[in-house]
């Protein structure tokens, strides 16, 4: 009997550098890749929040049912990517036993601070959920307990060796390595324009490039300046901060 293709889910939480490591799946070009399908369910079809700079498109599958059938449907003619949120699924997806067994999971991390500092600046009324770290977390500890493997890769790790960490993490997840996978030469993805705001590095970049001193300074500052603005983002941080360190106690470093 023929394996069925997979469908392999990178689990992110916002500004994680999750779109340029999609971009990379894009860019090995045997994989049909889709951009957070899940968040229809999260934010159009039972209308958690309104999610600022979001342009749905009107024939998307809106609730979770209709966007795991869609999954399902196109894993049918090939192999499917996706990077998604994990608190737009959880705690659904941890009641759906077949999905998860369907799907070859993976999880991406970046430092909490530099990811509140940037996700303040596009939307200030984020909530505690949508930070995503104790989302990820809880999924990740639900796979882990089914006996489901699930690598983590840290942001700063691939980004200072994208090469090793992601071809890391295609080993555990059974993908060839392709090594044009690293130079963007193609435009962004079409599905881009519905999120558009919310990526224009990654959609203006050649490819990944390492996290320098100046940088790290820099979002430090950032954070620190958001917080002064709002307070609440150092309870933000103080919540989630555990949840990433757990998480990266499991990373891949190549």
């Not at 229809?40 to 049912?65: A, G, I, L, M, N």
Request: hydrophobic share 40%.
């Amino acid at each position: 009997m023929d394996r069925p293709n997979p469908i392999i889910v990178l689990w992110s939480h916002p500004r994680s550098m999750s779109t340029a490591t999609e971009r990379l799946m894009r860019e090995r070009g045997d994989l049909d890749c889709l951009h957070e399908p899940f968040m229809y369910d999260y934010y159009v079809h039972r209308q958690v929040r309104r999610f600022p700079h979001f342009e749905p498109q009107p024939d998307h599958p809106r609730s979770y049912d209709d966007i795991r059938a869609m999954l399902l449907d196109r894993a049918a003619a090939g192999p499917v990517f996706l990077k998604d949120m994990a608190y737009y699924v959880v705690p659904r997806i941890l009641e759906d036993p077949e999905l998860l067994q369907r799907m070859r999971h993976a999880f991406l991390i970046r430092d909490p601070a530099a990811a509140l500092a940037s996700y303040y600046r596009i939307d200030p009324d984020l909530t505690c959920e949508e930070v995503g770290l104790e989302a990820q977390w809880r999924l990740f500890r639900g796979l882990r307990d089914r006996g489901l493997d699930a690598p983590v890769v840290r942001a700063e790790d691939v980004r200072g060796a994208p090469e090793r960490v992601i071809g890391a993490l295609w080993q555990r997840l059974g993908l060839q390595y392709v090594a044009s996978a690293f130079d963007w030469s193609e435009a962004p993805p079409e599905d881009w324009a519905q999120v558009g705001d919310w990526h224009g590095q990654a959609e203006s970049s050649t490819g990944i490039k390492p996290v320098s001193e100046a940088e790290r300074a820099k979002k430090a500052r950032q954070f620190e300046e958001a917080a002064q603005t709002s307070p609440r983002l150092r309870d933000l941080l103080a919540h989630h901060q555990p949840f990433h360190d757990r998480l990266a106690a499991h990373a891949l470093t190549g």
